[in-house]
């Protein structure tokens, strides 16, 4: 599964893991893959701190960051502080909201206090707190890519970023969205179908890659969006993908931070019991079907708020919910993609890299045997 | 592309067509494909003269029928006649139903005749309608397939089917539905993903397929939802498949019966503009987005009953529409997949089929390159 891509970046293979421990990024670049810490929820100082332990564990490797830019948000002053930008975002939430959610964490169980309340909820989810990542980011030699997860990043971070001698990848859920991020110069488009976890849109993967791949070549595109196996990345890579970005199997490894109650809830859950909701960041996110999720759905009840304000919602009851990972699953959030389905076990980051290079070449022999034997 | 299951069948490649049009039946078959004919809407009567006109026209080669029996519906007496049953279902719509879809109707000045009214809405959508297409199906000895698009056939129709030296085939939307129709000893199971046109699930097809490839082994498999160019199909076979069902392709070629307006809806429609709707059928359907699915799901109108209760009130729309179908798009049923985005033009049959063959070589052999360059 060896492409184009993995030279330019120095990785053996094209498996790109999302993941927000740093043991599972140092794990999957020394297997031979491309670790991707998630930076959202990290202070500057923070992710400084997770990315000085990276380089000093992941020997010669490269790595990339994961970022968070949505596009500008109505009545946000790019000048503002974070604090200015948290207060003004909090008198927006109406007070119904903040009581249903307290409420709802009431009703099972899970105490909070003031600091949950006035946690500071915004952490890398603008570009006022993103744009500090970046800067701490770039001070990393080994990391070699920056991500967006969200929207095509502005042009003069992109030309930061180029300047430094690193890559910049996007994700998007359509044609269009890929046209305008290479448009922008991004090197590495990230097509998410929705199947994926986290944020994501409506059409499939197997649809959207070859739309994306085609609308963008010759520019790399990773499929993302249902990976959990060496035979989905063969499939990435027929329809024309240079390589594979996943997230979900990463929470399901030893080294993950996960805890067994949360990966025992992921081995139980099928592939139908996920769902698109707006319940925890405002946009569509695909994550465990639980209480939370079904009560900002049912009739009656609040709707969810546009991002960023219903964070400032949610933000109280991940602050929560982090505290008792064990107790509180029901009401926690859980991002996963359908793929959470095919869990059945915990394994060793290398283990995964591993079989999936087996499946990858199980899937491809096979093809190659139906070609010889025509 | 041959796999095992082409030699069971006699033919030459895994390319499997749903089409209600003949013309296109005998198409895919004489190009080395295998086509289906969709039963549902066909008298027992016109379905005889339907397939003696394949059996005329298709040469040597195989074809297969398809019909539609779901669940036992709920007060439904198995020896009911069809006129009975109709007259029961009517009874049981609601008028405010009706008198919505009639003014929605006349609002798209679309005139409904009491013709469309009464006619016959059930056609082939029970076990009452579907076992008299099934027995006229089994006296053309070229239709070598009977699939059932909804649930798992029953125990009686399976054996009947088997004794006359036929192949069952089934969809699924999960692996569960899959592992039921195993049990049932159904030959073929379909795994259609979420980006599928017509009545799917929500899992998408990448994450769905090699579920139900597991599920179901070493029985054959065949990928649908987001068929659509060779490239797919490769994908399918990556992961397991033995070959691929497709169904919004054949919408789209020369020798379908669909007008010129309509196939330029499906032209200038994205992946984005199908929906999963339950407004003809009263089950999850995808089809095209237009002021008919949007009514039905605006907050205020009557939400669409069950099945096959919602098909009484839909019945007459289709009728209406059928008439008018340059004029009608807009409040017509337009079923199709995600993959409608890929399409650009109408084309031959044969032309498609072999476009197929050569996209699927095209993505076979980029992926044996990567591995011999290792």
Same mark, same amino acid.
């Given at each position: 599964?060896?492409?184009?891509?993995?030279?330019?970046?120095?990785?053996?293979?094209?498996?790109?893991?999302?993941?927000?421990?740093?043991?599972?990024?140092?794990?999957?670049?020394?297997?031979?893959?491309?670790?991707?810490?998630?930076?959202?929820?990290?202070?500057?100082?923070?992710?400084?701190?997770?990315?000085?332990?990276?380089?000093?564990?992941?020997?010669?490797?490269?790595?990339?960051?994961?970022?968070?830019?949505?596009?500008?948000?109505?009545?946000?002053?790019?000048?503002?502080?974070?604090?200015?930008?948290?207060?003004?975002?909090?008198?927006?939430?109406?007070?119904?909201?903040?009581?249903?959610?307290?409420?709802?964490?009431?009703?099972?169980?899970?105490?909070?206090?003031?600091?949950?309340?006035?946690?500071?909820?915004?952490?890398?989810?603008?570009?006022?707190?993103?744009?500090?990542?970046?800067?701490?980011?770039?001070?990393?030699?080994?990391?070699?890519?920056?991500?967006?997860?969200?929207?095509?990043?502005?042009?003069?971070?992109?030309?930061?970023?180029?300047?430094?001698?690193?890559?910049?990848?996007?994700?998007?859920?359509?044609?269009?969205?890929?046209?305008?991020?290479?448009?922008?110069?991004?090197?590495?488009?990230?097509?998410?179908?929705?199947?994926?976890?986290?944020?994501?849109?409506?059409?499939?993967?197997?649809?959207?890659?070859?739309?994306?791949?085609?609308? &963008? #070549?010759?520019? %790399? *595109?990773?499929?993302?969006? @249902?990976?959990? $196996?060496?035979?989905?990345?063969? =499939? !990435?890579?027929?329809?024309?993908?240079?390589?594979?970005?996943?997230?979900?199997?990463?929470?399901?490894?030893?080294?993950?931070?996960?805890?067994?109650?949360?990966?025992?809830?992921?081995?139980?859950?099928?592939?139908?019991?996920?769902?698109?909701?707006?319940?925890?960041?405002?946009?569509?996110?695909?994550?465990?079907?639980?209480?939370?999720?079904?009560?900002?759905?049912?009739?009656?009840?609040?709707?969810?708020?546009?991002?960023?304000?219903?964070?400032?919602?949610?933000?109280?009851?991940?602050?929560?919910?982090?505290?008792?990972?064990?107790?509180?699953?029901? &009401? #926690?959030?859980? %991002? *996963?993609?359908?793929?959470? @389905?095919?869990? $059945?076990?915990?394994?060793?980051? =290398? !283990?995964?890299?591993?079989?999936?290079?087996?499946?990858?070449?199980?899937?491809?022999?096979?093809?190659?045997?139906?070609?010889?034997?025509?």
């Amino acid at each position: 599964m060896h492409t184009a891509l993995c030279d330019e970046l120095g990785i053996e293979f094209p498996i790109f893991a999302f993941t927000h421990c740093r043991d599972v990024v140092v794990a999957v670049s020394k297997a031979g893959g491309f670790g991707v810490l998630g930076a959202v929820g990290f202070t500057p100082e923070q992710l400084e701190i997770e990315l000085k332990w990276i380089d000093e564990n992941i020997g010669d490797h490269p790595y990339g960051v994961d970022i968070v830019i949505p596009n500008k948000y109505e009545g946000m002053d790019a000048n503002m502080s974070t604090d200015e930008l948290t207060k003004m975002l909090q008198s927006m939430v109406p007070q119904q909201h903040l009581d249903f959610a307290k409420k709802l964490l009431a009703d099972h169980g899970v105490p909070v206090d003031d600091a949950d309340n006035n946690a500071l909820q915004l952490l890398g989810w603008t570009e006022a707190t993103a744009t500090p990542q970046v800067e701490i980011a770039l001070t990393h030699p080994k990391v070699k890519l920056i991500a967006n997860a969200l929207g095509t990043p502005p042009a003069d971070m992109i030309k930061h970023i180029h300047d430094s001698g690193r890559k910049v990848a996007a994700l998007c859920g359509s044609p269009a969205q890929a046209l305008k991020h290479a448009e922008a110069d991004v090197d590495i488009i990230i097509a998410q179908g929705g199947e994926g976890g986290g944020h994501c849109g409506e059409v499939g993967s197997i649809v959207l890659w070859p739309q994306v791949v085609k609308a &963008v #070549a010759p520019r %790399p *595109v990773l499929a993302a969006g @249902g990976i959990g $196996s060496g035979y989905q990345i063969a =499939a !990435a890579l027929a329809l024309g993908c240079q390589g594979a970005w996943s997230g979900s199997q990463w929470l399901m490894v030893e080294e993950a931070e996960n805890t067994p109650v949360q990966q025992a809830a992921y081995v139980k859950a099928s592939s139908r019991d996920t769902v698109r909701s707006r319940s925890f960041t405002g946009k569509p996110c695909r994550m465990l079907k639980n209480d939370w999720t079904e009560a900002w759905q049912a009739e009656g009840n609040p709707e969810p708020l546009g991002m960023p304000l219903q964070y400032m919602v949610s933000g109280m009851a991940v602050a929560a919910t982090s505290k008792y990972p064990n107790e509180t699953v029901d &009401v #926690a959030f859980n %991002p *996963v993609g359908q793929v959470v @389905g095919q869990f $059945s076990k915990v394994e060793k980051t =290398a !283990a995964v890299i591993e079989r999936w290079v087996q499946e990858y070449l199980e899937s491809t022999s096979r093809l190659e045997e139906l070609n010889a034997s025509v």
